[in-house]
């Protein structure tokens, strides 16, 4: 029987196969940030499969219907003077690295179905401009993980070392299950057919051009 994380992958690597289609963010990078996001699918209330808040209300793709949900999360914060809907009492508190640890409660997109999620979250890191150096690495999962962090993707300062760290998880699910050879034993049998059937054809036109 599959692991909880190897359930995860498996459910939703279409999911991500299809939003790294539409925006070239790679698909090894997209799994393991809604795994970190979602705690491998167990915390992903309005199948929100990523941290994403409502922000401008800009649609990216994948949220066209404007759901919105109040979450509790945690951010860190260089000021201890920042305003949320609702900060916990007793936070922020001052970390050994200068930063400032809120416990917060924050209005975040909704979705009717997961895919949507991915959708618009990949579709958030393509058109966002913040983001455009990293998407010259999309061909490098790891390099692209560690450009998205440098533009400041997570508040979280160790936010780099978790990601990859979870990457290498997913990537070894996806050889082990052979997630995308899958796909790819799927389209050569359709393409030999498709070659078979041309052969045909021209036998046919042959026999009767005779």
């Given at each position: 029987?599959?692991t909880k994380k190897e359930?995860?992958?498996?459910?939703?690597?279409?999911?991500?196969?299809?939003?790294?289609?539409?925006?070239?963010?790679?698909?090894?990078?997209?799994?393991?940030?809604?795994?970190?996001?979602?705690?491998?699918?167990?915390?992903?209330?309005?199948?929100?499969?990523?941290?994403?808040?409502?922000?401008?209300?800009?649609?990216?793709?994948?949220?066209?219907?404007?759901?919105?949900?109040?979450?509790?999360?945690?951010?860190?914060?260089?000021?201890?003077?920042?305003?949320?809907?609702?900060?916990?009492?007793?936070?922020?508190?001052?970390?050994?690295?200068?930063?400032?640890?809120?416990?917060?409660?924050?209005?975040?997109?909704?979705?009717?179905?997961?895919?949507?999620?991915?959708?618009?979250?990949?579709?958030?890191?393509?058109?966002?401009?913040?983001?455009?150096?990293?998407?010259?690495?999309?061909?490098?999962?790891?390099?692209?993980?560690?450009?998205?962090?440098?533009?400041?993707?997570?508040?979280?300062?160790?936010?780099?070392?978790?990601?990859?760290?979870?990457?290498?998880?997913?990537?070894?699910?996806?050889?082990?299950?052979?997630l995308d050879k899958k796909?790819?034993?799927?389209?050569?049998?359709?393409?030999?057919?498709?070659?078979?059937?041309?052969?045909?054809?021209?036998?046919?036109?042959?026999?009767?051009?005779k």
């Open positions: 029987m599959a359930q995860f992958v498996i459910r939703y690597y279409p999911y991500a196969k299809k939003a790294s289609e539409k925006s070239g963010v790679p698909i090894l990078f997209a799994l393991a940030q809604s795994a970190l996001e979602s705690g491998w699918g167990k915390s992903a209330k309005g199948n929100m499969m990523f941290g994403i808040k409502k922000g401008s209300g800009r649609n990216y793709g994948g949220w066209s219907q404007g759901y919105s949900q109040l979450i509790t999360t945690t951010e860190y914060s260089s000021s201890p003077n920042r305003n949320f809907p609702f900060i916990y009492p007793g936070y922020p508190i001052r970390q050994s690295n200068g930063k400032w640890k809120y416990r917060i409660k924050d209005v975040f997109r909704a979705y009717p179905n997961p895919f949507f999620s991915f959708i618009d979250w990949a579709g958030l890191l393509f058109k966002n401009r913040r983001y455009s150096y990293a998407m010259r690495f999309k061909k490098d999962p790891y390099r692209f993980a560690e450009e998205v962090a440098k533009a400041g993707y997570a508040t979280d300062p160790n936010y780099a070392s978790k990601i990859k760290r979870i990457m290498k998880e997913v990537e070894q699910i996806i050889v082990l299950k052979k796909e790819r034993s799927i389209v050569l049998p359709m393409a030999i057919m498709g070659i078979s059937v041309i052969a045909i054809i021209i036998a046919v036109v042959k026999s009767n051009t």
